[in-house]
């Protein structure tokens, strides 16, 4: 199944990542193209075949559940772009009405 | 010197760590600006740590192995007070405010560490080329690149900057980059190395190992790095095999062997393959009883891998959303949060990453799961069955590491699809969890550069690999009168 120019558009909004238009020139033939190889999964004969999403079968794994030292708040903040009031700083998230 | 002659002349007080980690950092400043393996020298602190396992020598402390043997890290494990960039602006100037289990581990046995390699931007790539601060060059031919994702790692090694690195394996990046740098590179069991402080690709398939000249020197970082590790939800609770004694070993008598019938034919260089076949010679002249075996489901390996690394990658970078570290653009008190974002994304990754974020959203998105990463998983399973059958006939399997030897920088950068086929032969041990190993088989007569030989073994069999590569390292280097790096030129000049 083929992909559009604007589907690849509709996607790099989805992934929050703003696309020049000569990018979307670029990429959209590029993923067709990937997405047409990989495609070939299709051809295989899978039914009733269980799905893996991972190797080693380990389910549920938890640590013993006891404090132990961390980072302090000036540690966590440290390499934040904005502080504020020992908080991250971020731009509004909310419009003005 | 090899890392092992290292270790037991350091033991013997016949050299400092000092003197050993200063001769790399020479090294370094005489070759690196061609070469460009690293991302960061660490000069400063790796003499402090140098300094300090003298120290502890002198007092008559019994130190592990790799006390004092420098060791050259990829820029993907979070190393406390130094930059971690994984090859990306939107990671540039981070100094994460903790290690990862591994740099941990390499601390504790006193290995020194020189600095952070150079690699494909967040793993993704068999070249270096998408690295966003520029390639990394291949010691043999500084035309070629020397593989990737951990090209950084496998060029430092190859150009005797370091005598070890690490690594990490989602698609082959261990393998490949040490195949085509004519060296030897593991890829562990998955779960068998931590994750923790690993920036995460794609977490089913992550995987940290060991780079060496010599197979010996490999099993020796390998078993300092591995072992169960509370903080990685899928760190295997299991003794880790015991590899530095099968490397010793070296022994593959009576041992089963199955050459994969289904890596090779057309898209192999005929070099590679006229190598390969030599190796498999050695190892039946050694002892090997020799079989081949199919995998039918291995030639959709690579289409289940690039739907399932982009798939997992393009969740795992959400996490880049210019809020809480790294970068942030254009954040001028008139844009909202999303925005920022999306402009920081957009400034902060290369073309790659941004190609497999898209590519993995579609095939996540409701209407195309099924067909696409439903489907991936589905074929995941096909490919764990084939290595249970021929797992259930052999001990190893073994191919060539890479359909070809190392290619022109430029080449395939803007072909992606070209640039995938490169991890052609190492991609099923990714998806199916198991370890494998390369080692160099020798020179491919058309162009002089080296081919790797893969050796594949079950999940928590990767002794078994030791034991193959090391038997096939010596029966080689008997046969070439010196190790295969002897014959790298790139530096020569």
């Not at chain 2, 406390?80 to 046995?109: E, F, V």
């Not at chain 2, 593991?186 to 920036?199: C, E, F, I, L, M």
């Not at chain 2, 072992?227 to 939800?233: C, E, I, K, L, Q």
């Not at chain 2, 079989?291 to 289409?303: D, G, K």
């Amino acid at each position: 199944m083929p992909i559009t120019r604007d589907e690849v558009a509709h996607l790099a909004r989805l992934s929050r990542i703003a696309l020049t238009d000569a990018e979307l020139d670029h990429l959209a033939p590029q993923l067709d193209q990937i997405i047409t190889a990989v495609a070939q999964v299709q051809e295989v004969a899978a039914e009733g075949i269980p799905p893996t999403s991972h190797a080693t079968g380990l389910t549920n794994v938890f640590r013993d559940d006891e404090p132990r030292p961390c980072l302090t708040p000036e540690e966590a903040l440290s390499q934040a772009p904005a502080v504020a009031q020992q908080r991250f700083k971020v731009p509004r998230i909310l419009g003005e009405e | 010197m090899t890392a092992a002659e290292l270790s037991a002349a350091l033991a013997k007080s016949e050299v400092s760590a000092t003197e050993v980690t200063q001769a790399h950092l020479d090294r370094i400043a005489a070759v690196d600006d061609r070469v460009h393996a690293f991302l960061h020298i660490a000069a400063d602190s790796a003499l402090a740590q140098a300094a300090e396992v003298d120290k502890r020598r002198k007092t008559g402390e019994q130190l592990a192995p790799l006390a004092g043997v420098p060791v050259a890290v990829k820029d993907v494990f979070t190393t406390k007070n130094m930059p971690t960039t994984c090859g990306s602006h939107i990671l540039d100037g981070w100094h994460p405010p903790y290690d990862a289990t591994i740099t941990q581990r390499l601390k504790q046995a006193g290995a020194i560490i020189l600095g952070k390699t150079n690699m494909d931007e967040f793993a993704m790539g068999s070249s270096t080329e998408n690295s966003a601060f520029g390639p990394s060059r291949n010691p043999w031919d500084l035309d070629k690149v020397p593989g990737g994702s951990s090209g950084g790692s496998a060029a430092a090694v190859a150009a005797y900057e370091a005598p070890l690195a690490i690594g990490t394996d989602t698609g082959g990046s261990i393998r490949q980059p040490a195949a085509v740098c004519g060296i030897v590179g593991t890829k562990p069991t998955y779960g068998g190395s931590s994750r923790y402080g690993v920036v995460a690709f794609a977490s089913s398939l992550d995987t940290p190992g060991p780079f060496g000249r010599t197979v010996l020197d490999a099993a020796l970082l390998h078993e300092a790095i591995s072992g169960h590790d509370p903080m990685d939800s899928t760190s295997i609770d299991a003794p880790v095999p015991p590899v530095v004694a099968a490397a010793r070993e070296a022994d593959v008598s009576g041992m089963r062997i199955g050459v994969v019938t289904d890596l090779s034919g057309d898209g192999y260089q005929p070099g590679v393959l006229s190598r390969f076949a030599e190796a498999v010679e050695v190892l039946e002249s050694l002892g090997a009883k020799v079989t081949e075996v199919s995998c039918p489901h291995f030639r959709y390996a690579l289409p289940a891998y690039y739907l399932i690394a982009p798939s997992e990658a393009s969740s795992n970078l959400a996490r880049f959303d210019a809020m809480r570290y790294g970068l942030r653009v254009g954040d001028d008190g008139s844009r909202d949060a999303e925005e920022v974002m999306a402009l920081t994304r957009e400034v902060g990754f290369g073309a790659e990453v941004k190609r497999r974020i898209i590519l993995g959203t579609h095939a996540l998105s409701s209407g195309y799961y099924d067909a696409y990463y439903g489907k991936a998983q589905k074929v995941r399973t096909l490919i764990i069955r084939d290595f249970d059958a021929a797992f259930g006939q052999v001990d190893v399997l073994v191919s060539p590491a890479t359909p070809t030897t190392a290619f022109r920088l430029g080449e395939r950068a803007d072909d992606p699809m070209a640039m995938y086929l490169a991890d052609l032969c190492t991609i099923p041990s990714d998806l199916a969890g198991n370890a494998a190993i390369s080692v160099p088989c020798g020179l491919a007569a058309e162009d002089g550069l080296p081919v790797g030989l893969q050796v594949m073994a079950p999940a928590l069999a990767d002794d078994r690999l030791y034991r193959v590569a090391a038997a096939a390292e010596a029966a080689f280097t008997h046969r070439w009168g010196q190790p295969l790096l002897t014959s790298a030129k790139g530096l020569a000049s």
